[in-house]
């Protein structure tokens, strides 16, 4: 079924919260590669907008849009067609792939983490195919950037799948997350944080505080995602005292990473700070928190939890063997030793940025990438139908 993703949803998290207590070039579909490279990377950029939504022309409203994210842990796809100020999901695909599997002990992209991601990639494109997607985007990020092989595997990607892969920088992936999710912050005028845990990195970014459409005043990726700070530290072995020494570990590098950036933010911290967060983690742990059988996008998206409450959460699970952890329901085998690290990366950012309440956004990147497309285009058509009215008028007035 179609799903409409609202230009808005705040409404939709506050009533929540008060019954609380997944650019590509498909060969054979041909849609329009669309490239768009972020600034040059730096420690701190300039503040900038992240894009606001506008409504494309009404010729475009049939025009399939896609956006794949070929991410260190997951390969998710979107395609989505605009509806008024809203666009509406026509199909999806999400897939673990395990991509950075690996990396952090060899430096290289494995052979059989490649397969893996090419397969999910083929489902992919015949997705593509069978959507007829007029404009498309595909991006890679954090394992592709460290991989020594990364673009020798982006040419193969496009060699077997058609899909032009675009290997994005990590301040384009912190815009990316922001356009795509920033709607869902809790309403307020105070400083906000927007906060993307990946498999490979995790990005923080300053938003402006009250602006309707968030300018990023500042912004830090570090190379800590739940694959890359579990395999560094290590696999999970011993008893209940090992497993906290190693959780006490990876939170403490991922605070010292983020030190400087810590440093520089806290000049705007204010008592009433807005936290949104965008991540497999949080939405595992908002379903942990509302005790589902399992995972409902639709309860977790746009829900607002007490900060509190996931730091328990956070805490017990540490706490927890991988079988324990495992026997949970919206966690299971495959999530049970990385939500580990990911909790330990949450924990460092509330000792970063505290709020009373943080909020879940099931959406980041591929939504961030459509409304880029939709928007490029629709001022695109804009400007030629622009022109061709100047030409027009040009030739009556001869």
Known sequence: MADHIPPDGRDKARTRAQGAKGGS??????????????????????????GSWRRPPHHSFKQAYAAIDLGTNNCRLLIARPADENFVVIDAFSRVVRLG????????????????????????ADKLKKRNVHLARSVATEACRRASNGEKFIQRVQDETGIVLDIISAQEEARLAVLGCHILLEDGVGPAVIFDIGGGSTELVLIEPGAPVPRILDWQSVPWGVVSLTETVGHETGGREERLARYDTMKQLVLDSFAEFAQ????????????????????????????????????VDGLMVPTDAMLDISQRLSEMSP????????????????????????EAILEIWSAP??????????????????????????????????????????
Not at 272 to 291: E, K, P
Request: net charge positive; hydrophobic share 35%.
């Open 25 to 50: 070039n498909n060969r054979q579909a041909k849609p329009k590669q669309a490239r768009n490279r972020a600034p040059g990377e730096g420690r701190k950029s300039s503040p900038q907008p992240v």
């Open 101 to 124: 599997e690996g990396l952090a002990q060899t430096g290289k992209l494995s052979d059989i983490a490649m397969d893996r991601a090419l397969g999910a990639l083929k489902i992919c």
């Open 264 to 299: 520089r933010i806290s000049r705007h911290a204010s008592a009433d700070q807005r936290l949104l967060g965008t991540s497999g983690t949080v939405t595992t742990l908002a379903s942990v928190h509302l005790g589902l059988p399992q995972y409902d996008r639709k309860q």
């Open 323 to 346: 079988e324990q952890r495992s026997e949970l329901d919206c966690i299971g085998h495959e999530r049970a030793e990385l939500v580990v690290a990911g909790c330990a990366i949450l």
């Open 357 to 398: 309440r943080l909020g879940v956004a099931d959406r980041g990147i591929r939504e961030g990438i459509l409304r880029s497309l939709m928007t490029a285009d629709a001022e695109g058509a804009e400007a030629q139908a622009a022109l061709r009215n100047l030409k027009h008028n040009q030739g009556q007035g001869k």
